[in-house]
């Protein structure tokens, strides 16, 4: 009776998921295995927030399991010496595993194999798991990856998309193997339900209800009108092939724009995959000097800047371990292009906090807005008050973050230093951090002497 191990890691569902698809294809028996890798917290990513929604995560899968006859195996330790001792346990003589990007995820991929390889058991990757397409699938003619997103985009939407596949029937899991308990989520956490259920309740609701205005409104901060599925892709509760194949089936402009922002995703994923330095390290030499100042950027932390824009979004990302993507993208240029601040400041600082953390799309959007990244006009500048105007209109976002300002008037909301003395200090709502006038031009003089 052949055995295999179907190693979950950032694919925690059972519809559309090739690994443990082909796990149960070619065994009798399955074991599903999860491992709460110690590597991982050693290296600063089991953040409070995630570890809340993994546990939903987990447990939504066990269930899932456990209605198809089987159930979820769950180790802690580290994960190649777990995933060969269930092996060894279970008789099992392949592995499969869905192929990562990151540094951590290619060491695991070549030291899993050569693990079991000693042990004469096979590894088994599989591709286009957690992306759409595989990373280095649409790859420009001698390079191993693309540096510009419109190129790659042209390529990556020709590219042939893999059928939907769907969940097995029934696994049936070894008795011998034993596992240890499910995590349980700490409750001082607010996180969403995690889990591929309600994963797939929301992408079902958003396609009816949300996707057809995304176009329009996807940058008003104040709407809230995206899909907030980022957490249930980050840890494959959602399958980005079956996102991707019902997106484009629904057709229309929002469809479009909305698989934009995929293959965006995907396009970190194949430079992280290509460049894993570029984590930790700047993707192309920087511009300019990094500046250090600690009272910055704590009120840039803690959403104190004097900045209302900027304030309200870092609030949001401290209440809800969530962001909308152009606040994202104005405070870390906020950070990194007006106070000239180290992007990997900001990019620990969010990955902290955010339930959708991922390291690919997070360091990468970081160096985007930083000039160090993809973005091909690094010099560019996005103005919080050009921004907030444009974004947030009338201020009901910045007025529902930042409720000391929930009685200035009208646009008034974006540049309270205008009010009298009197009633500046009746909102004891800090003053502005830096001239935004003085910061542009030292930002300019900075690119200018090559620094």
């Known amino acids: 009776m052949r055995t295999a191990v179907a190693l979950f890691t950032s694919d925690l569902r059972l519809y ?18 999860f491992v709460l890798d110690e590597g991982v917290g050693r290296a600063g990513f089991a953040v409070p927030r995630r570890a809340a929604f993994l546990a939903g995560c987990l447990a939504d899968l066990d269930e899932g399991l456990r209605a198809r006859g089987g159930r979820l195996v769950v180790r802690e330790g580290e994960v190649v010496e777990e995933v060969c001792r269930v092996a060894g346990q279970s008789g099992a003589d392949e592995v ?47 390079r191993d990856h693309f540096a510009v997103f419109t190129p790659y985009f042209r390529r990556w939407s020709a590219w042939p998309v893999r059928h939907v596949l769907a969940a097995p029937r029934r696994v049936e899991v070894p008795d011998e193997v034993a596992g240890a308990p499910l995590p349980v989520a700490d409750a001082a956490y607010a996180v969403p339900k995690g889990g591929e259920g309600e994963g797939r309740r929301r992408l ?57 922002q995929l293959a965006w995703r995907d396009f970190h994923h194949q430079v992280l995959a290509a460049v894993p330095g570029a984590a930790v390290r700047d993707y192309r030499a920087r511009e300019v000097r990094w500046r250090c100042d600690a009272d910055e950027a704590g009120a840039w932390r803690e959403g104190r800047t004097g900045f209302p824009v900027i304030d309200a979004a870092m609030r949001q990302l401290a209440g809800e371990g969530w962001m909308h993507n152009r606040a ?23 990955l902290g906090l955010l339930v959708d953390g991922d390291v690919a799309d997070n360091q990468l959007n970081w160096q985007w807005a930083a000039g160090t990244g993809t973005d091909t006009r690094p010099g560019r500048v996005l103005n919080p008050l050009v921004q907030a105007r444009r974004f947030d209109p009338d201020g009901a976002y910045v007025r529902r973050w930042v ?28 003053e502005p951090v830096v001239d935004l006038a003085a910061a542009a031009a030292r930002f300019r003089a900075a690119r200018g002497r090559g620094q």
Not at 20 to 32: E, N
Not at 339 to 345: K, V
């Open 403 to 430: 409720p000391e300002l929930a009685d200035v008037p009208g646009r008034l909301v974006h540049e309270p230093w205008r009010l009298g003395g009197a009633e500046r200090a009746r909102l004891r709502y800090p």
């Open 16 to 33: 559309d998921n090739p690994v443990l698809r082909a796990a149960a294809g070619g065994a009798d028996r399955v074991v599903p295995l």
């Open 204 to 260: 079902t609701a958003w396609l009816r209800g949300g996707l057809a205005r995304y176009a329009e409104l996807r940058d008003d901060l104040a709407a809230d009108a995206t899909s907030r599925l980022s957490p249930y892709l980050h840890f494959g509760c959602l399958s980005p092939v079956e996102v991707v194949t019902r997106v484009r089936g629904a057709g229309g402009p929002g469809a479009e724009a909305f698989v934009r």
């Open 96 to 142: 499969h595993v869905a192929a990562g990007v990151s540094a951590y995820a290619q060491r695991r991929e070549e030291r899993l194999r050569a693990a079991l390889g000693r042990e004469r058991r096979r590894l088994t990757v599989h591709e286009a798991v957690t992306t759409v397409v595989p990373p280095g699938g649409p790859v420009p003619t001698g």
């Open 328 to 350: 994202r993208l104005l405070t870390a240029s906020f950070l990194t292009k007006t106070l000239l601040h180290d992007w990997r400041e900001g990019a620990r600082h969010f």
